[in-house]
């Protein structure tokens, strides 16, 4: 079946990196995409990947794809405590989006 | 507007009122889905219109739940005989293409 599943929590100190951890079921996705939901807020998409890449790089973000091990990972340099949110792991379908339940990132100053 | 917007941002509602979800997608995209954030749930699909086909129902969770989208643009989300595992917040996105999609910043039921 679809699952995308995540790890529910992660604390990291300022300054440090912080790795985002996903698993997801069908080798058939196209897209896979990191969202990010301050609170109160929507969701906004950070980046997403290709299926046929498996890193991409966008200032302190960095996206790793395993597709044999179907992981995805998001990684953040230099976190900081404005990046204290919940990440959203999400594979496309067909059409809508399949989400993971969501990482909340802590960041300790 | 720049982006998606949603109308009521909160809405409180007795247990079997039924509620309406206003969606507003960014002008142009021709794509509109709408899901379903329950606390512990993560985000669930509901439904999806993508121009003038018949739009994708399969998350529809039960017969209470509707969506229309009048003239391609503007769509609401109905909930008839509102229940209490109906509260969550309700999130709109729109896209263009398969990329991206943009989500509204949502509208969070309570039924008391």
């Known amino acids: 079946g679809e699952d995308v599943e995540q790890s529910l929590f992660l604390s990291v100190r300022e300054g440090d990196s912080s790795v985002i951890n996903c698993t997801y079921t069908?080798?058939?996705?196209?897209?896979l995409y990191w969202y990010k939901q301050e609170p109160g807020a929507g969701l906004q998409l950070l980046t997403y990947?290709?299926?046929?890449?498996d890193m991409k790089q966008d200032q302190r973000l960095t996206v790793l794809l395993n597709k044999k091990d179907k992981h995805l990972s998001l990684r953040i340099a230099d976190t900081q405590t404005g990046d204290s949110a919940i990440y959203f792991c999400?594979?496309?379908?067909?059409?809508?989006?399949?989400f993971g339940k969501g990482t909340r990132l802590s960041v300790i100053a | 507007g720049a982006g998606v917007s949603q109308s009521p941002s909160n809405k409180v509602t007795e247990k079997g009122k039924d509620v309406e979800l206003r969606c507003d997608p960014i002008?142009?995209?021709?794509?509109l889905y709408w899901y379903r954030q329950s606390l512990g749930q993560g985000l669930e699909f509901l439904i999806y219109?993508?121009?003038?086909?018949?739009?994708?129902k399969s998350g529809l969770p039960s017969d209470r739940f509707s969506a229309e989208r009048t003239g391609g643009s503007v769509s609401t989300l109905t909930i008839q005989r509102t229940q209490q595992e109906d509260s969550a917040v309700y999130l709109c996105a729109s896209s263009s293409g398969v990329n991206e999609q943009f989500f509204g910043p949502g509208t969070r039921l309570t039924v008391l």
């Open positions: 069908d080798s058939s996705s196209t897209y």
């Open positions: 999400a594979e496309i379908l067909n059409t809508p989006l399949v």
């Open positions: 219109f993508q121009g003038n086909s018949a739009p994708d």
């Open positions: 002008s142009g995209h021709t794509a």
């Open positions: 990947i290709f299926s046929n890449m």
